[in-house]
Nanobody, 128 residues
C-alpha cells in the first residue's frame, strides 16, 4: 500500500504563488508515475501535471496546457515527495488539488481512473 499526504494549499491573491507537496510512504516504486489532478466546483477532475520515472534513470515531466509556463512539477527522490510549484495563479485555478500515484501508469497518465493511490486533497483558492 501507498499513503499520499498533500500539503501547502491555501488562499492566495491572483498573481501569487503556492507550492504543494505530496509525501509518499509505504510501498516505493522503482518505476512509476506520480501526478497532480484538480477538481473545481461543479467540474470533473482534471489532469494538471505528472512525473514519470523509469528504473533506467529516465524522468519525464508533463504539464497540462492550461498550466504550462506557470506550474512546475518536480520530485525529490530522497524524501519520496513530489511538488507542484504554482506561479501566476488565476481565479480559475481554484480547486481541490489531489496527488495520485501508481507503479503501472505509463501512457495513460492523464486519466484519473488509471491511478490506484490518491491523497486526501488540499484546497487552493485564488481570489481576484
Amino acid at each position: 500500500q501507498v499513503q499520499l499526504v498533500e500539503s501547502g494549499g491555501g488562499l492566495v491573491q491572483a498573481g501569487g504563488s503556492l507550492r504543494l507537496s505530496c509525501a509518499a510512504s509505504g510501498r516505493t516504486f522503482s518505476t512509476g508515475t506520480m501526478a497532480w489532478f484538480r477538481r473545481a466546483p461543479g467540474k470533473e477532475r482534471e489532469f494538471v501535471a505528472a512525473i514519470r520515472w523509469r528504473v533506467v534513470g529516465f524522468t519525464y515531466v508533463d504539464h497540462a496546457d492550461s498550466v504550462k509556463g506557470r506550474f512546475t512539477a518536480s520530485r525529490e527522490n530522497a524524501k519520496n515527495t513530489v511538488y507542484l510549484q504554482m506561479n501566476s495563479l488565476k481565479p480559475e485555478d481554484t480547486a481541490v488539488y489531489y496527488c495520485a500515484a501508481d507503479p503501472d501508469v505509463v501512457r495513460g497518465f492523464t486519466t484519473p481512473g488509471n491511478y490506484n493511490y490518491w491523497g486526501q486533497g488540499t484546497q487552493v483558492t485564488v481570489s481576484s
